[in-house]
């Protein structure tokens, strides 16, 4: 099979979006790493919690964390980086080389504190609730809320009138601040968003295969448009109501199949286009 690389978002597309679970797709999961498919997880999710993602799903590949905040790369997974410094911010800590891309989570919600103080606009987001306040809102239990809130690179909010979020974009905007609108709720970064790591992984990744490689991305939601312009074959499950999300994407693929059963459609495409 020539070489294939999939980027794949997480809630809505690789797991359920309400339960967390990923059940449907873990197995086909264990079969990319069968083929020798790497799987990079591009997700609104932190740190923490791909980590766990990754460990209960065995996965050993980079992966992107906040919508593009950072991209992690395994020490030693490629043979070599470039010199990405005079860019980005570049880290090693533990078993990873981070390329830091967003801006600091304490710097974002500073900036969202002074909307709130200058504006009329009543939002929560994460930084303002409880683990318990967040679990009853999320349907998440405390453990997973404790990775959830563990952001380095953007603030989450979960919870405003939607009469006010025209106008609340706009004022974010003002602060040089960006939306990204997920798939529940909507995250707000000093700029970033999946395209910009996507890019860099796809340089890496066509030096270690010499360019002979296809690029795969399965996604649910707008914040993965950007992920899905640059790869060879995007594709697009459908949300729970079974409509798909109106993405500025060419040659997109719009699997009918909702959030866990549309991703396994795309992975049955991966294989058969792969093996021709």
Not at 53 to 70: C, H, K, Q, T, Y
Not at 115 to 131: G, P
Not at 171 to 195: A, M, P, S
Not at 244 to 250: A, E, Q, Y
């Amino acid at each position: 099979m020539p070489s294939g690389v999939l980027f794949s978002d997480i809630d809505g597309t690789l797991i359920d979006i309400f339960t967390g679970q990923f059940n449907i797709t873990v197995k086909f999961v264990n079969q990319l790493r069968e083929y020798g498919i790497p799987l990079v997880l591009c997700s609104s999710k932190t740190e923490a919690e791909q980590i766990e993602l990754r460990r209960m799903a065995n996965v050993s590949d980079p992966f992107i964390v906040e919508n593009g905040g950072a991209v992690f790369i395994p020490l030693g997974y490629f043979e070599s980086i470039p010199n990405y410094e005079s860019k980005y911010s570049v880290i090693e800590t533990g078993n990873f080389q981070i390329i830091e891309l967003g801006k600091p989570a304490s710097q974002i919600r500073s900036e969202l504190q002074k909307i709130r103080a200058s504006s009329q606009f009543k939002f929560k987001s994460l930084s303002d609730l409880s683990i318990g306040e967040i679990s009853i809102v999320t349907k998440l239990p405390a453990d997973a809320v404790s990775r959830m809130i563990q952001r380095k690179y953007g603030e989450t909010v979960v919870e405003i009138k939607n009469d006010d979020l025209l106008g609340f974009v706009t004022k974010v905007q003002d602060f040089g601040l960006k939306v990204i609108f997920g798939g529940r709720f909507f995250d707000i970064t000093g700029g970033n968003d999946k395209g910009t790591a996507v890019k860099i992984l796809l340089d890496l990744y066509r030096r270690k295969y010499g360019g002979d490689v296809v690029f795969f991305g399965i996604g649910d939601s707008k914040n993965d448009e950007s992920m899905l312009k640059f790869v060879d074959f995007p594709m697009l499950v459908q949300r729970p109501d079974g409509t798909w999300h109106d993405l500025k994407v060419d040659g997109l693929d719009k699997l009918n199949g909702i959030g866990p059963d549309g991703w396994v459609l795309g992975f049955n495409k991966i294989i058969n286009y792969l093996k021709k």
